[in-house]
Structures are given as structure tokens and as C-alpha cells.
DNA sequence: ATAACATATGAAAAAGTGTTCATATGAAAA
DNA sequence: TTTTCATATGAACACTTTTTCATATGTTAT
């Protein structure tokens, strides 16, 4: 039976990380050389939220629409068959993670991609699911 | 007063799509064109799907340990401090996109990125991070 | 001012997603 | 064969997200 002091594990000084792999009997990578090559949570969680918002069917075929013609959100909603606030509700979406912007010409309000990155995301995506 | 028969559209052979623009006195896009230049409908859905798998934080740091190398399931559970249930359900998830592929070995199972094309997705995502 | 109209927004309903827990499956070792 | 271990999976629960509905805001025309 494993007493409790060969349980223990030396940490690097300036208390760090365990090892953390599990204790099967095969080859693991080096966990601590992976950690750091790993880039740190708060860029991945970023990067999710990102994705998060081109994972929507309605905010995708805004995106798609918008890569062609800016336009008002009525014509935005006429298009995709939607209401006027379902579609609003995901401009500001859009706008708030900086994926659109808009302009206002008295009662109307113009969207419009906010830059050419959007287009190359979705191309991305496109030719993924071509390869596949 | 508007009769009804103004209202009428008379619609392409084989039964078509309204204009569908709003009302709004500004110029519109040519809503029609607009229509047949989208990627269709079905087409946008997949793409969303694509998206919504990289939209998940779990997921994004699986892919991302992958980058550097083949693992098995315990081994990405105690990278991330996760419990083996959650990788596991998140492995499958990845894996019907088919994003990685497995192979088994005795007991365990190891999990690869499926293609190169995976890097490139999250690179585009980034790279816009890191441009704004 | 008041009416008309395009857009925005808060709150609730409706739908969907991720993790946990318990347990099943599949493979090797005893 | 029985046990042990790595992984898979179904169901329940907690948590998010999207749409709808009612209504507010902002702008123009009357």
C-alpha cells in the first residue's frame, strides 16, 4: 500500500502546478510543458465568445446579407422573414462585439459590417464544410 | 384608400418569393438579387452549426491541447481539471463534426486533431482578437 | 403639439446546451 | 472468470440563449 509521503510531488518554488496526468501506464505529454504552451483561459474563453456569435442561423445570414449591401433593419427582417425585434435584438449583438456597425439617416438606421474580417471568418467556415 | 388589387404581386413561374422589403421611403437594396446571391438557407445552417462547436470554452481548449499533441481522455480531463464525463461527452461532440479522430490502444484512447483545417479556423479567430 | 413611423429594449416564455451523477461498455491483468 | 481500469453514455439539473410581446425612444411630417 502507497503511504502518504510518495504522494508528494516537489513543486517548482512560487507554489505552481500539479503534474495532472492521469496515472495509466502508457506515455503522456509533458503537462507542464503543455501548459505553457497553451495560450492563458482568458484569450480561449475570448475566442469561444467570438465563435459564439458567428454560431447563430440568424446572425450568420445577417452577417451574409450585410457582406453584400448595407442595410436598415426592416429590410434585414423582410429578407430573413423575422420579426423587426428578433432582428434588432441581434444587431446589437453584432454591434456590441464590434462585427457591425451602423449609421443613422433620420428615422431609418444603416448596418453595415464594421470590417472586411468578418468576411474572411465566414469564408473559413465555408471552405471547412466544402472539405468535408 | 388602396384596393386589394394593388396589393397583388404577380410572382415568378412555379410560385416565388415577395419582395419584402419594408415600406420605408430610403432606397432598398434589389431584395430579389439579394435573395439569389445568399448561400442557401440549409447551407448557413451548417455554418452556424460549424461555429456554435468552437463557440464553447471546454471545447476551444480541447482543440487547442490537441495543437500540441495526441491525447488520451484522462490525460485532457487533468489538463484542463475537468472530470473524464465532461471531456468525454465534449470528445464526442468534436468528434460527429468530425474535428478529431480517435484510436484506441489497450484500455485507453487517444484523440488527434482531425485535419489541419482546425488550426487555421482558430488562427482566423486570433488573429481578428489580437486586431481589435 | 400630435401623429406616424423606424428602431430599441425589458421581461417573460420557449428552446437549447453543458456538466454531473450513476452506470454501462470494452479491454487488459490477475 | 473476476477484477480493475479507461472511456462512453443516458438522464436530470442548472444555466444560457433566442424569440416574442408590449412598450419606450427618437425622428420626421402635419
Redesign the pocket.
Known amino acids: 500500500m502507497m503511504i502518504e509521503s510518495e504522494k508528494l510531488v516537489v513543486y517548482a518554488p512560487g507554489g505552481s502546478i500539479p503534474a495532472g496526468e492521469?496515472?495509466?501506464?502508457?506515455e503522456h505529454p509533458d503537462m507542464q510543458a503543455l501548459r505553457q504552451m497553451l495560450p492563458p483561459e482568458e484569450r480561449l474563453d475570448d475566442l469561444a465568445?467570438l465563435y459564439?456569435?458567428f454560431?447563430?442561423?440568424?446572425?450568420v445570414k445577417i452577417l451574409y446579407a450585410l457582406l453584400e449591401a448595407e442595410?436598415?433593419?426592416?429590410?434585414?427582417?423582410a429578407l430573413l422573414s423575422?420579426?423587426?425585434?428578433?432582428?434588432?435584438?441581434?444587431?446589437?449583438?453584432l454591434?456590441q462585439t464590434k462585427l457591425v456597425k451602423?449609421r443613422?439617416?433620420?428615422?431609418?438606421?444603416?448596418?453595415s459590417l464594421a470590417d472586411e474580417h468578418v468576411r474572411t471568418i465566414l469564408s473559413m467556415g465555408m471552405e471547412h464544410l466544402e472539405e468535408n
Open positions: 492521469c496515472d495509466s501506464a502508457h465568445e459564439k456569435i454560431g447563430d442561423t440568424t446572425r442595410m436598415c433593419v426592416c429590410d434585414i427582417a423575422m420579426t423587426q425585434s428578433a432582428i434588432s435584438h441581434q444587431l446589437r449583438v454591434k451602423s443613422r439617416s433620420g428615422k431609418t438606421v444603416f448596418y
